[in-house]
């Protein structure tokens, strides 16, 4: 360990480390003043966070909201797992692995697809399919996970540049500032416009469906510059659950998606690929590159294939959670915290609060318990989330989370807002 690792490790700390609770709230309960000090030591950031997973006593009920990631995989995914027929993936051999990929290739409506191990990798081997040369450009929401989450990957392994557009709150953008942006292919000072990327459902947004019309509209005047479109469909399923259509819907006239796994439809590992022959061809050379070539990998797509197969139509109960939620915290009638129920269109809940409370303060309180609390609720409770934006919490209800889960949540939530609202 070197002394330039150290030093990362302290300012990492320092960086997530929890600050106290604001001096409007100081004047709370004794107990709470603790828990501020406390706060400072083990404070609950997404990063943070992680640190305390499994710190809490077998008497206290902890509903994680983090992400719908964090998902185990069920007695019956388990089952099918431990009895998939297996091959090797590279050679094409893998029984499993064909089937999931078959039956993707069915529900997107594309001609085929591919296994991958995340949506990363889908995203970043997406992208350098269809910029399949060094200087291309790419134009993409200024708020997409491709841009925020995944390093930069298309610069780091492809030279490829990235183009903003600013992202509406409903997860579009400007179709007309996305056409400024297209570059003019003659001028020699430009790079080349190869892509065009949207998300839907859009998670920094708050899990919010892409219209039909709009996606539409995208594809239409892409269609007429020949320019394709790549849709990071990472939770398309909740798209298509809260929209009542087909996935391949969503998808008309899109060049290609890449599907995530492991979120909603709770499989451990892994995303899909689809497009065109032609384009997975390009993707599967590129998966190799990259290291994701995999061999007797039917372990994992069989937790896939029941994913996909079984556990779609069960996401509306997931919609339904994060409604319950998001009605009861506004029961409360609190100025400090308030959720638009106008925006809330899938298992994505955002939490407003009104500075100079943050997310922070409430994510780490939902983490806490005191001694008057557990008194009054006649329970532990514990709910794990975490600070989205400056004034934005991130509640993500998902399939480990059963109805007297959400009841729990809610009232740690209700008696948390009751508790600042006493003191504002």
């Known amino acids: ?36 000090e406390d706060k400072q030591q083990s404070g609950t950031s997404y990063k943070a966070g992680l640190r305390q997973a499994n710190n809490f006593g077998k008497d206290v009920h902890v509903v994680d909201m983090r992400s719908d990631t964090i998902t185990r995989p069920s007695p ?54 269809h910029c399949w040369e060094r200087g291309s450009e790419i134009i993409i929401g200024d708020l997409s996970h491709i841009i925020k989450y995944e390093q930069g990957g298309a610069s ?35 790079p080349i416009t190869r892509l065009i990327c949207i998300e839907n459902t859009h998670n920094v947004c708050g899990g919010r469906v892409l219209p039909l019309e709009w996606i539409d509209q995208v594809v239409a ?49 892994g995303s899909v690929l689809s497009g065109s022959k032609t384009f997975i061809q390009r993707a599967l050379r590129l998966r190799k590159s990259l290291g994701g070539g995999m061999r007797q990998v039917g372990i994992l797509a069989a937790a896939g294939l029941l994913a996909v197969n079984n556990m779609v139509d069960r996401l509306a109960d997931d919609h339904l959670h994060a409604k319950m939620i998001g009605e009861a915290i506004n029961s409360m009638n609190s100025e400090n915290m308030q959720v638009d129920m106008s925006a809330l269109e899938s298992n994505i809940l955002m939490v407003e609060t009104k500075r100079p409370l943050t997310p922070e303060d409430v994510a780490a309180r939902l983490s806490q318990i ?27 209800t ?9 009841e729990a949540a809610i009232r740690k939530l209700k008696y948390i807002i009751a508790e600042y609202d006493s003191v504002s």
């Open 1 to 36: 360990m070197n002394k330039t690792f150290w030093c990362n490790c302290l300012s990492m700390e320092r960086k997530f480390r929890f600050k106290p609770l604001v001096r409007k709230y100081s004047k709370m309960t004794g107990e709470l003043k603790v828990l501020t």
């Open 76 to 129: 019956e995914m388990r089952r099918a797992m431990a009895e998939a027929e297996v091959g090797d993936d590279v050679y094409a051999e893998d029984p499993t692995v064909l089937k999931l990929q078959k039956r993707v290739t069915e529900i997107t409506g594309m001609e085929d697809s591919l296994f991958v191990s995340s949506g990363t990798m889908g995203n970043l081997i997406a992208v350098l399919a």
């Open 156 to 190: 780091q392994f492809g030279g490829i540049c990235l183009r903003t557009v600013k992202n509406k709150d409903d997860g579009t953008f400007d179709i007309e500032e996305m056409l400024s942006k297209v570059r003019d292919p003659v001028d020699i000072h430009n």
């Open 221 to 269: 005047v892409s269609t007429q510059r020949n320019i394709p479109v790549h849709v990071d469909g990472a939770r398309l399923m909740n798209a298509a659950v809260h929209l009542n259509v087909p996935p391949s819907r969503l998808l008309r006239g899109c060049a290609s998606v890449s599907i995530c796994l492991s979120k909603g439809l709770g499989a451990p590992v």
């Open 370 to 396: 005191t001694e008057k609390e557990s008194e009054e609720l006649r329970e532990k409770i514990v709910v794990r989330c975490f600070g989205m934006t400056r004034t934005r919490m991130r509640i993500t």
């Open 398 to 406: 998902h399939a480990d989370l059963s109805r007297q889960d959400i």
